[in-house]
């Protein structure tokens, strides 16, 4: 006991250490919580303070030249000498404190403190899925609310994520950078970091991103805590948790009776797929994940490739189960797009139907599909690439047993995508939509919604 004493009083004495630049202020804001009280002790013309008052008083009168008929704006303006002292004193010692531990970002100190209290308040919201999809929409959503739950695909076996797998045996990290990208603090930073693709050598065509996954899952012996590591660092606004931490196939069977292995041969092959599987098909999801939807207040499936990053998620032992148990509504959104050995023709009722065959009837109770005009040069390049815009039909989704809503949520660059604001703003409405009136207070208070809809 006397031990832990001792240490924690040597503790205390390292803020005596030199070149901290703490003493020196701390030590101003003393003096001017003095000359505040001392102020207001030379405007007092009684005894409250006794002998030492007095004698105080006198000096200053001596001091100044005053007399105590004049005392009152002579401790006045000792007292708000006090008070700048404060001020300043207090400012450089937390400046300095903050320019240690957060460079170059203590001017942005009080936006990030009140932004992440506030956030704290909004609703839970679980989105499934995977791809640039999943990461777009936490991107918007992360401006609404910081209790955001991530379950990524895993089944990815291309490129740099399928490389790590077969020569590690980890878990594909691709989809999870992303996340984590687009829900951190420092985007811009994180992006320009973890996106970083080695152009030759050894490490050709691995991302800098799925590298550090891999060493940290290597280090901790886990592929979860070493996303847990990743979200301490870069002050993840959320959760990212990958659906299972088995080693997964994904299986596809074509109408024609043909059998496809792997998330790329299931991109790649043409013919229209009847159902998807998982091997093992018994593949257990994290407790935590399901914990996340068993207190969700919104569960968002997509936006993502339907066979491919969206189904495999829900394949996963528990996790369907999980979402049709709960009370929180589940909302589906849908591509902009059709992709090519994918979804050739389909419709938003086709991509419904598909998720119903897979989880049984009654599992969405929405879905929201996307409109906007798409450029005639753009959409010229995506009919070339057997890609349409995805054909709104909403009597056929209620006609399923899910509400059907639509907004304009096309975002057009090179690509045709997603708006990342506008999607999340729509969700947001959509949890008010179905939630019972009771509910939707608690849910997100007044200030957290208009703060954002109002640029409408």
Known sequence: MNSNKY????RYLKWLYPNLKVKRWFLLAVLGIFLFATGFAVMNDGVALGYAELQFREIIY???GSTPHIAVPTGAIIS????AAIILGFKRLLNSIISSVLPDNEGKIVDVMYSRNHLRRGPKIVVVGGGTGLSALLRGLKQYTCNLTAIVTVSDDGGSSGKLRDELGIQPPGDVRNCLVALSDTEDVMDTLFSYRFVSGALQGHSLGNLLLAGLTDIYGDFQKGIEQVSKVFAIRGKVFPSTLEQIVLIADLEDGTRVSGETAVRVTEGKIDRVYLEPNDCQPLPEALQALEEADLIVLGPGSLYTSVLPNLLVGGIREKIREVKAPCVYVCNVMTEKGETDGYRVSDHLKAILDHCG???????????????APLLKRYVAEAAVPVVNDPKEVEQLGARYYEANLVQVGNVVRHDPDSLAKELIRLLFRLKPMGERIALV???????KLRKD
Do not use: Q
């Not at 208070?445 to 703060?451: E, K, Q």
């Open 7 to 10: 240490e924690g009083f040597l």
């Open 62 to 64: 001596k001091m100044t």
């Open 80 to 83: 708000l000498l006090g008070i």
């Open 361 to 375: 009837p009654d599992f969405v109770d929405a879905v929201l599909a996307a409109k906007g005009k798409i450029n």
């Open 445 to 451: 208070d007044s200030y957290l919604l208009t703060r």
